[in-house]
């Protein structure tokens, strides 16, 4: 991340994604998308989240917390 780069909210995130808020929020929390919490507000750096969603998908690597997601795809 460059040091000059304009770090996003949940609004922003949810609204490049196309997702509702709780939405952008459950892939903040279970590390499915890079973010940075500080105190109680999400921050997102939106090349991170670019790179993240155009890279190859590999459901066993997420956190031990998208498991979920890892039951899904069976």
């Known amino acids: 991340m ?6 996003i909210d949940i609004n922003e995130l949810a609204e490049m994604l196309g997702v509702s808020r709780d ?5 903040a929390r279970e590390g499915v998308i890079p973010s940075l919490r500080i105190r109680r507000t999400w921050r997102f750096s ?28 069976s």
């Open 2 to 7: 460059s040091e000059f780069e304009k770090l």
């Open 23 to 27: 939405t952008a929020y459950k892939y």
């Open 46 to 73: 939106p090349q991170a989240v670019r790179d993240q969603m155009a890279a190859p998908r590999d459901l066993w690597a997420y956190p031990a917390t998208a498991k979920a997601l890892r039951k899904k795809a």
